[in-house]
């Protein structure tokens, strides 16, 4: 569209210049030649009126007057004819005897003539410097305007484009900003989902697959309770074993998916629990801290460091090659952090890129989305001397702690 226009004008400036087109160079030099002519008729009609003042001394004061003005305004041929005309006039009406072509004097006329020609060849020159200096000067005046006229034109096109581009731009990260929020939205709703899911899982799992382990239990014990041949008895005594250690694992991944005492008595607790787990598991020893009186979280925040706990000591048993680690878990009037630090090998620069630049692998994006949607912020930071990982969140203010909340 602006190109468009662009054009429009370019084409109405040459149609406004065809319109008015310059006068032919022709008619200018038939003019100018005209002028010349009279000029040095009226130089010659004022020489004969000064006759009587100024006598025969110096008959080409009013000729020089007449040079100057040709070479001024009608160029170098027109006064070049102003010259010669003047010329034959003086010599015919004012040099004596007057009215005649005798020469009297072939030293004095004939000096005063080659000075009158030298001088009025200098004024010609001179003129004719100042008459082309004058209309290059013109020229370049006329080109400058032009030339402003068109960058005006050009100036107010780039505002228009400039003005267009910045509402689309503005248009555009509307949309994005948009975007991303139902983005986000959608994130929190899968996160949310996803530990729902987890919490009726942990609940399946505690509920009726525990008491149907529980059914087979009190079963193999009545079994049991019944003489039995020696091998029928040893195989119940195997089975009491293996429903023992089934009920016991499934029992960990019900705890491992929504620990109950996450909901009933709060994090510092869950976190414990959890970490007194993983260390018996894992044979990697970790150091919980939780500084001063934590009390309790909103449900969101404590599942959000559950989880971050979970995924950052799990990344260390299976990735670090650390021996230990440390959990560190810190509460303020405005914010909670939590960092957890091992000793490992730390990740690699190309993981560590990735991360940066908020890619990577599914636990840290899951850990950075909860955090994000909390009004928090997660920083990484590893080397070869291990890895912290550190969350910052504001909060509300200091709630009572769940042991006075219980007495109250």
Same mark, same amino acid.
């Not at 004939?110 to 060849?121: I, R």
């Given at each position: 569209?602006?190109?468009?226009?662009?054009?429009?004008?370019?084409?109405?400036?040459?149609?406004?210049?065809? /319109?008015?087109?310059?006068?032919?160079?022709?008619?200018?030099?038939?003019?100018?030649?005209? #002028? =010349?002519?009279?000029?040095?008729?009226?130089?010659?009609?004022?020489?004969?009126?000064?006759?009587?003042?100024?006598?025969?001394?110096?008959?080409?004061?009013?000729?020089?007057?007449?040079?100057?003005?040709?070479?001024?305004?009608?160029?170098?041929?027109?006064?070049?004819?102003? +010259?010669?005309?003047?010329?034959?006039?003086?010599?015919?009406?004012?040099?004596?005897?007057?009215?005649?072509? #005798?020469?009297?004097?072939?030293?004095?006329?004939?000096?005063?003539? =080659? $000075?009158?020609?030298?001088?009025?060849?200098?004024?010609?020159?001179?003129?004719?410097?100042?008459?082309?200096?004058?209309?290059?000067?013109?020229?370049?005046?006329?080109?400058?305007?032009?030339?402003?006229?068109?960058?005006?034109?050009?100036?107010?096109?780039?505002?228009?484009?400039?003005? =267009?581009?910045?509402?689309?731009?503005?248009?555009? +990260?509307?949309?994005?900003?948009?975007?991303?929020?139902?983005?986000?939205?959608?994130?929190?709703?899968?996160?949310?989902?996803?530990?729902?899911?987890?919490?009726?899982? =942990?609940?399946?799992?505690?509920?009726?697959?525990?008491?149907?382990?529980?059914?087979?239990?009190?079963?193999?014990?009545?079994?049991?309770?019944?003489?039995?041949?020696?091998?029928?008895?040893?195989?119940?005594?195997?089975?009491?074993?293996?429903?023992?250690?089934?009920?016991?694992?499934?029992?960990?991944?019900?705890?491992?998916?929504? *620990?109950?005492?996450?909901?009933?008595?709060?994090?510092?607790?869950?976190?414990?629990?959890?970490?007194?787990?993983?260390?018996?598991?894992?044979?990697?020893?970790?150091?919980?801290?939780?500084?001063?009186?934590? $009390?309790?979280?909103?449900?969101?925040?404590?599942?959000?460091?559950?989880?971050?706990?979970?995924?950052?000591?799990?990344?260390?048993?299976?990735?670090?090659?650390?021996?230990?680690?440390?959990?560190?878990?810190?509460?303020?009037?405005?914010?909670?952090?939590?960092?957890?630090?091992?000793?490992? /090998?730390?990740? *690699?620069?190309?993981?560590?890129?990735?991360?940066?630049?908020?890619?990577?692998?599914?636990?840290?994006?899951?850990?950075?989305?909860?955090?994000?949607?909390?009004?928090?912020?997660?920083?990484?930071?590893?080397?070869?001397?291990?890895?912290?990982?550190?969350?910052?969140? *504001?909060?509300?203010?200091?709630?009572?702690?769940?042991?006075?909340?219980?007495?109250?």
């Amino acid at each position: 569209m602006a190109l468009q226009t662009s054009s429009t004008r370019e084409q109405e400036w040459d149609g406004m210049q065809a /319109k008015d087109p310059a006068p032919s160079k022709e008619g200018i030099g038939f003019g100018r030649y005209g #002028v =010349a002519i009279l000029t040095a008729i009226l130089a010659l009609l004022l020489r004969g009126l000064f006759l009587p003042i100024l006598g025969s001394n110096d008959p080409y004061h009013t000729a020089w007057a007449a040079v100057v003005f040709a070479a001024w305004y009608c160029g170098v041929g027109p006064a070049i004819v102003t +010259t010669l005309m003047s010329a034959i006039g003086v010599w015919y009406w004012f040099i004596p005897p007057g009215h005649s072509f #005798v020469v009297t004097d072939a030293k004095v006329q004939f000096t005063g003539m =080659a $000075g009158y020609l030298a001088l009025s060849a200098f004024i010609i020159a001179l003129g004719e410097a100042n008459r082309r200096s004058k209309e290059r000067s013109e020229i370049e005046i006329r080109e400058r305007i032009q030339t402003e006229q068109r960058l005006r034109a050009r100036e107010r096109e780039l505002e228009a484009l400039h003005s =267009a581009l910045a509402d689309r731009v503005e248009e555009k +990260t509307i949309e994005l900003n948009g975007a991303i929020a139902g983005l986000r939205q959608l994130s929190a709703r899968l996160l949310q989902a996803q530990d729902d899911e987890r919490r009726r899982l =942990a609940r399946e799992l505690h509920d009726s697959v525990g008491q149907l382990l529980a059914a087979i239990t009190m079963n193999i014990q009545t079994v049991r309770s019944t003489p039995l041949e020696p091998a029928a008895a040893s195989a119940m005594a195997e089975n009491a074993k293996l429903v023992e250690q089934i009920s016991s694992e499934i029992r960990t991944m019900s705890h491992l998916l929504h *620990p109950p005492l996450l909901d009933e008595v709060g994090l510092a607790s869950a976190l414990r629990w959890y970490i007194d787990e993983f260390s018996s598991r894992s044979k990697i020893a970790v150091n919980l801290q939780i500084g001063g009186d934590f $009390g309790r979280l909103p449900n969101d925040m404590e599942i959000a460091i559950f989880r971050m706990v979970q995924e950052c000591l799990t990344n260390v048993h299976r990735h670090s090659a650390s021996d230990s680690g440390e959990v560190r878990l810190l509460r303020d009037a405005e914010r909670v952090s939590i960092e957890i630090k091992d000793r490992g /090998k730390g990740i *690699p620069l190309e993981k560590q890129r990735a991360l940066s630049m908020q890619q990577g692998g599914v636990g840290f994006r899951g850990m950075r989305e909860r955090v994000q949607q909390l009004g928090g912020r997660l920083e990484i930071r590893s080397d070869e001397g291990g890895t912290i990982v550190k969350a910052t969140m *504001p909060v509300a203010p200091l709630a009572v702690p769940v042991a006075d909340r219980e007495v109250a």
